[in-house]
Nanobody, 116 residues
């Protein structure tokens, strides 16, 4: 089992920045891939970014490329999502997730609200 706890959400003006954190516990993440997803009101959950724990390889949704950066900290067993140049359409609940093959482990989510 992997337990995930997100933090760092909040209210920010358009053009601002936020940094989300995801603290992981329960087992070694060396074989896992960690991801961030988001879900806006009335919309389906969508992929945002992911990082492979073993080598740090990252990939992003087109909508956030160049604005968001995912990173991991091996010592702290944590994953981060640095979000810059935020837009109102980035408003959503953001979830941290972990997978070996499918994203089976999820955090409770953290709200990000971007005002125009």
């Amino acid at each position: 089992q992997v337990q995930l706890v997100e933090s760092g959400g909040g209210l920010v003006q358009a053009g601002g920045s936020l940094r989300l954190s995801c603290a992981a516990s329960g087992r070694s993440l060396s074989r896992y891939e960690m991801g961030w997803f988001r879900q806006a009101p009335g919309k389906e959950r969508e992929f945002v970014a992911a990082v492979r724990w073993s080598d740090g390889n990252t990939y992003y949704a087109d909508s956030v490329k160049g604005r968001f950066t995912i990173s991991r900290d091996n010592a702290k067993n944590a994953v981060y999502l640095q979000m810059n140049s935020l837009k109102p359409e980035d408003t959503a609940v953001y979830y941290c997730a972990a997978r070996l093959t499918t994203f089976d482990y999820w955090g409770q989510g953290t709200q990000v609200t971007v005002s125009s």
